[in-house]
């Protein structure tokens, strides 16, 4: 038990380092994906401008919701 204790046993070295590496994995996972949703946002904000601008978007027609 002391040698558990002591977190030198090999099985536990390994199940840390796996789960060091997992949780670095996912952690690039998000970011990526957050990096992704963001582009598709601001991709979705400029069409929706220029549909605004050319008069093909929907919307009010006094542009009062335009920032």
Avoid: F, Y
């Avoid at 977190?7 to 380092?17: A, E, H, M, Y």
Wanted: a positive charge; charged letters at 35%.
């Amino acid at each position: 038990m002391e040698h558990v204790d002591r977190k030198k046993d090999p099985l536990i070295q390994v199940v840390r380092t796996h789960q060091n590496n997992t949780d670095s994995a996912v952690l690039q996972t998000v970011r990526c994906l957050k990096a992704e949703v963001q582009r598709e946002k601001k991709n979705k904000r400029e069409q929706w401008r220029k549909q605004k601008k050319d008069g093909t978007g929907r919307g009010c027609m006094d542009n009062c919701h335009v920032t």
